[in-house]
């Protein structure tokens, strides 16, 4: 069975709802990828060195990330030798299938929850990326699911963040807790986590600073709410989820490694999908941190936050192929 078929078959079982959100939603890396590689096949209908430089280009302006795209040409250059492969056309599911391997992971990418009580997840990020909102549209996800969903507004210095915050709260049709802008994040947190306990709820989602004077203020502020939130609940945060920008590209990839070193986070959540053509940043960022992607941003409805699926994302990316209907 073809790679392509396969592919298919195992996202059958998926909702076709989801496998539209992920085509709509990657419709611009794919229209600019797929044209590019599939005019290069074309004009090149034998695999020689300048096929490969041309490939290598392609990726590296997909945001694939020069280190992923150097391991990936070698990757092909050995598949090609091995199965002896001369037509250009013929490579398209051997590069589906290496990006797949690329992007899969043996890291549980969905949330971790508390087996009782509540769960606290912590957003972290610098300011811009789409925390807020992603958080709304979390809310909303959980809300679905019958959970009671409870939302910390602990970003109190960027102006307009806490009343961002209520319009989502509002929205979804869940409580925020609060205080005055500039006051004391952790504060708040402290005051979310009694407000949950004492109205059962389930899951609480903490907004967080994205911005201070510097980074060390930042990443101190980050320990003072983690300490908080640990002492009150010891197991907690449940989850600390970095919220990147993928319009960004490699800025975005900075942040994680800056984020990821120093405030402990165990997932990502990568926005604006819908909006870029660099949407290969997704496996540049998978390859170069060992931090699972658990959501993707693809759209501006609430329900556009999906679960991260690596057959998905690559069934999306290629759906424009020509390949398919063989």
Same mark, same amino acid.
């Given at each position: =069975?073809?790679? +392509?078929?396969?592919?298919? !078959?195992?996202?059958?079982?998926?909702?076709?709802?989801?496998?539209?959100?992920?085509?709509?939603?990657?419709?611009?890396? $794919?229209?600019?990828?797929?044209?590019?590689?599939?005019?290069?096949? +074309?004009?090149?209908?034998?695999?020689?060195?300048? +096929? /490969?430089?041309?490939? !290598?280009? @392609?990726?590296?302006?997909?945001?694939?990330?020069?280190?992923?795209? =150097?391991?990936?040409?070698?990757? &092909?250059?050995?598949?090609?030798?091995?199965?002896?492969?001369? #037509?250009?056309?013929?490579?398209? %599911?051997?590069?589906?299938?290496?990006?797949?391997?690329?992007?899969?992971?043996?890291?549980?990418?969905?949330?971790?929850?508390?087996?009782?009580?509540?769960?606290?997840?912590?957003?972290?990020?610098?300011?811009?990326?789409?925390?807020?909102?992603?958080?709304?549209?979390?809310?909303?996800? /959980?809300?679905?699911?019958?959970?009671?969903?409870?939302?910390?507004?602990?970003?109190?210095? $960027?102006?307009?963040?806490?009343?961002?915050?209520?319009?989502?709260?509002?929205?979804?049709?869940?409580?925020?807790?609060?205080?005055?802008?500039?006051s004391d994040p952790a504060a708040v947190m402290f005051d979310a986590i009694q407000a949950a306990k004492t109205r059962g709820v389930d899951v609480?989602?903490? #907004?967080?600073?994205?911005?201070?004077?510097?980074?060390?203020? &930042? =990443?101190?502020?980050?320990?003072? *709410?983690? $300490?908080? @939130?640990? $002492?009150?609940? %010891?197991?907690? %945060?449940?989850?600390?989820?970095?919220? &990147?920008?993928?319009?960004?590209?490699?800025?975005?990839?900075?942040?994680?490694?800056? +984020?990821?070193?120093?405030?402990?986070?165990?997932? &990502? *959540?990568?926005?604006?999908?819908?909006?870029?053509?660099?949407?290969? *940043?997704? *496996?540049? @960022?998978?390859?170069?941190? #060992? @931090?699972?992607?658990k959501f993707v941003g693809l759209g501006e409805k609430m329900d556009d936050m999906q679960v991260f699926d690596s057959e998905q994302f690559v069934n999306a990316l290629f759906s424009g192929m020509k390949v398919e209907e063989e």
């Amino acid at each position: =069975m073809s790679f +392509f078929k396969k592919l298919k !078959e195992s996202i059958s079982g998926k909702t076709e709802a989801v496998t539209t959100k992920f085509k709509e939603g990657l419709s611009k890396t $794919r229209d600019m990828f797929v044209e590019r590689v599939e005019d290069l096949m +074309f004009r090149h209908k034998k695999i020689d060195e300048e +096929f /490969y430089e041309e490939l !290598e280009e @392609i990726l590296i302006g997909a945001d694939v990330g020069v280190n992923t795209v =150097m391991k990936l040409i070698d990757e &092909l250059r050995t598949e090609v030798k091995k199965r002896k492969i001369e #037509d250009a056309a013929e490579l398209k %599911p051997v590069l589906s299938e290496k990006l797949v391997g690329l992007l899969k992971s043996d890291a549980d990418n969905s949330l971790k929850m508390a087996e009782e009580g509540v769960t606290v997840i912590l957003f972290v990020g610098v300011n811009g990326v789409g925390k807020t909102t992603s958080i709304g549209k979390l809310a909303h996800r /959980y809300k679905q699911e019958g959970k009671k969903v409870m939302l910390a507004a602990g970003d109190t210095f $960027r102006a307009g963040a806490i009343e961002q915050l209520e319009v989502w709260g509002q929205r979804v049709g869940v409580d925020v807790i609060r205080q005055q802008a500039g006051s004391d994040p952790a504060a708040v947190m402290f005051d979310a986590i009694q407000a949950a306990k004492t109205r059962g709820v389930d899951v609480l989602l903490c #907004d967080t600073a994205g911005r201070l004077q510097n980074k060390v203020n &930042l =990443m101190e502020e980050l320990n003072k *709410i983690y $300490r908080v @939130i640990k $002492r009150e609940i %010891p197991d907690a %945060p449940h989850e600390v989820l970095l919220v &990147l920008d993928a319009t960004t590209g490699q800025n975005a990839l900075s942040q994680a490694k800056l +984020f990821g070193e120093k405030t402990g986070v165990t997932g &990502l *959540i990568l926005t604006k999908l819908d909006g870029t053509a660099k949407g290969g *940043i997704v *496996i540049a @960022i998978r390859q170069e941190l #060992d @931090i699972p992607v658990k959501f993707v941003g693809l759209g501006e409805k609430m329900d556009d936050m999906q679960v991260f699926d690596s057959e998905q994302f690559v069934n999306a990316l290629f759906s424009g192929m020509k390949v398919e209907e063989e």
